[in-house]
């Protein structure tokens, strides 16, 4: 039961360069999360998933894509990278009511 | 939709003090409130949350207060330990979706 898991660890891109985050989660949830954090800062919501086939924007949707063909992976697209990208983005996963796993985290630097 | 707003942004306490961490919320309808712990550079980890249908909860040196009455929740830790030290989040769920709103965080610091 490997929980929640993302790909890669850490990636740096250049501007204008596209990129997908892996996101898996084995707990059978429904509910999927990408969180974005700046440093120091606390986490914002980017994209959120309430089943598969169903996505929906979060408070900071804008320059990212996502898709979810499956109850298991919840993708995160970076279309033409831009510096105010870098974060560490955290996907999660829960059932209903709450209680969130989050993943261990992708640093990304875009340069 | 939800907002949490969290006091104090940091918090320097001695070692076996006590810290106490609020957090105001403004939906009425929320029901479920985690506390996070995050260390740095690692994934944020649940350490304690409460529904709406209690008023405290306890585990160790860890506990919640919960008023619905005035919208707020508190994190208190007793005995404080070096490894205390850490950036502390709530959260309260928001309508549709399960979706959690974060509070901006609190940086901890325990000083031995």
């Known amino acids: 039961n490997a929980g929640v898991t993302q790909t890669p660890k850490f990636r740096i891109l250049k501007i204008g360069q596209s990129m997908t985050l892996q996101c898996t989660q084995d707990m059978n949830h429904n509910y999927m999360y990408w969180y974005r954090q700046d440093p120091g800062m606390g986490l914002k919501l980017i994209y959120y998933?309430?089943?598969?086939?169903?996505?929906d924007k979060g408070e900071v949707p804008n320059g990212y894509n996502v898709s979810r063909s499956t109850t298991e992976d919840f993708p995160l697209r970076l279309e033409l990278a831009a510096p105010s990208q870098t974060s560490v983005y955290f996907c999660a996963s829960s059932g209903a009511g709450g209680g969130y796993t989050f993943g261990s985290g992708t640093r990304l630097t875009v340069v | 939709g939800e907002n949490v707003e969290q006091h104090p942004s940091t918090l320097s306490v001695q070692e076996g003090d006590s810290a106490v961490i609020k957090c105001t919320y403004s939906d009425s309808a929320s029901n479920y409130f985690p506390w996070y712990k995050q260390e740095l550079g690692k994934r944020p980890q649940l350490i304690i949350d409460?529904?709406?249908?209690?008023g405290e909860k306890k585990d160790q040196r860890i506990a919640v207060t919960l008023n619905k009455t005035a919208k707020h929740f508190s994190l208190h830790i007793t005995e404080t330990q070096p490894e205390d030290s850490a950036v502390y989040f709530c959260?309260?769920?928001?309508?549709?979706?399960?979706?959690?709103?974060f509070g901006a965080g609190t940086i901890l610091r325990v000083k031995s």
């Open positions: 409460i529904r709406s249908n209690v």
């Open positions: 998933s309430v089943g598969a086939g169903i996505t």
């Open positions: 959260a309260a769920i928001s309508e549709y979706g399960n979706k959690l709103v």
